[in-house]
């Protein structure tokens, strides 16, 4: 449940008209709404209430100050993938002991910045970076805690671009490498293992491969408790996924009534790491007509929010509901490729989407917007990257304002050679 929904068939989020909006903050823009977000993080808070856990907002799927600092005040913690995640989770208010950092490529610089900001833990992805955590803190003199993250090797039936945890990705230590993994972690000096983390894709549609995951660590918990290697955290990840056209995932209350049992098996503090299922469909991208191209073989309705802002249909053939802001009732239908004015055939929002036909002008609104959306946009053809607003019952917030051109240029310089 989100609450995009029409009013008199005028698309409010919650009690704003999106034309308003439109003609306050122009177009195209990021909106996002307030009671959807607290309504989702809630939902999976509540859904695991029986377990002790902590929820590591991902926010590689958004990761606006102001968001992530409405996820803090909910309890979040976050999940960071880099330095600058870290910079913007602590600049929001997320307190460092709700923070774990995971990827493949940590460099000395970002490992001691975690240390320093006394991190819950690391997640580990491999015996050189296990190396370098550890001599990144004897030089601090600290001792630096990690979960050691486990490749199960289970297909998550998702798209292979966001597909982690099996035998062929990058990710992950493998499970039949992982018990030696951890008894040279435990060895270690300057590292206390802590955990073991698992995350085997995005965007999953079915419940069986968290089942199969897990069961597949728990067996090497047990191991490692006889090996007098006890583990308190178990991270489980993210990856839930959400309905973009006609998935039916489970809701975080199935996911939960499946695991608990398993979770509980543990006897460990749960960590996970959700991301899409919190704000996916808590956005959309608004963006208006320019111009309708009709080449005899196909219709394009040209808009002005392109690739660039939205990458995700480009990317993964991503479907996003694109629905009309001012619905006419019985209007007729086309079929159109709603595309942007960057220049390449990629750039495309949808293909071949029927819909209630556009003109010029029209304001449309590209749904479930809200994850992997602003957060992956460029400056691709020098375009600004767009406002995000924030909207909470009937008022509305700018949370990042529209770039500038002379933001385009920050921190270029033309040697002297070339000016002189
Ligand atoms: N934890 C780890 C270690 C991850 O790699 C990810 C996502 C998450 C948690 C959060 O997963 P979520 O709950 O959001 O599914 N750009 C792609 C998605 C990339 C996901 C990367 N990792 C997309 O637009 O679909």
Do not use: W
């Not at 819950?120 to 030089?139: C, H, P, R, T, Y």
């Not at 975080?252 to 979770?263: S, V």
């Not at 008022?395 to 033309?414: N, P």
Request: proline fraction near 5%; include cysteine.
């Amino acid at each position: 449940m989100h609450h995009f929904q029409y009013h008199q068939d005028s698309l409010s989020c919650e009690d704003i008209p999106l034309e308003q909006i439109a003609k306050e903050q122009g177009t195209p823009c990021y909106i996002y709404s307030h009671a959807t977000l607290t309504r989702h993080f809630q939902a999976v808070d509540q859904a695991f209430a029986s377990v002790p856990h902590i929820i590591a907002f991902a926010m590689k799927a958004n990761s606006n100050l102001a968001v992530l600092r409405l996820m803090a005040s909910l309890g979040s913690g976050a999940d960071i993938v880099s330095g600058g995640e870290l910079f913007r989770a602590l600049k929001a208010g997320i307190p460092s002991n709700k923070i774990v950092f995971a990827g493949v490529g940590k460099d000395h610089k970002e490992i001691r910045y975690a240390i320093e900001s006394d991190i819950l833990f690391f997640n580990v992805e491999s015996s050189a970076e296990l190396q370098a955590i550890n001599e990144v803190a004897k030089g601090m003199g600290k001792q630096a805690r990690v979960a050691l993250r486990v490749n199960p090797d289970i297909d998550p039936q998702t798209h292979p671009y966001i597909s982690t945890g099996m035998k062929k990705s990058k990710f992950g230590i493998g499970a039949d490498l992982a018990l030696a993994e951890f008894e040279r972690a435990a060895a270690l000096p300057n590292i206390q293992v802590v955990g073991l983390h698992a995350h085997i894709g995005s965007q999953l549609t079915k419940i069986s491969p968290f089942v199969d995951s897990l069961t597949k660590v728990l067996g090497l918990i047990q191991t490692l408790k006889d090996k007098g290697i006890p583990i308190q955290y178990l991270n489980i990840g993210g990856g839930l996924g959400i309905t973009y056209s006609d998935e039916a995932p489970p809701q975080p209350k199935d996911l939960a009534e499946a695991i608990t049992p398993l979770l509980k098996q543990s006897q460990c503090q749960i960590v996970m790491e959700p991301g899409r299922v919190i704000v996916g469909n808590a956005g959309i991208l608004l963006t208006r007509v320019l111009f309708i191209k009709d080449t005899g073989t196909k219709k394009f309705a040209i808009v002005d929010a392109a690739m660039n802002d939205l990458i995700r249909p480009s990317l993964y053939e991503a479907h996003h509901d694109i629905l009309p802001v001012l619905r006419i009732p019985n209007r007729q239908e086309e079929v159109f490729d709603v595309v942007g004015p960057i220049c390449e055939s990629g750039d495309f929002l949808a293909q071949n989407r029927t819909m209630p036909l556009v003109k010029e002008g029209d304001l449309l609104a590209v749904m479930s917007a809200g994850a992997y959306a602003f957060t992956m946009a460029s400056n691709y053809n020098s375009r600004p990257r767009v406002p995000e607003i924030l909207v909470k019952g009937r008022e509305s917030f700018v949370i990042r304002e529209r770039e500038s051109y002379d933001d385009l240029i920050r921190g270029e310089h033309i040697p002297g050679f070339l000016t002189s």
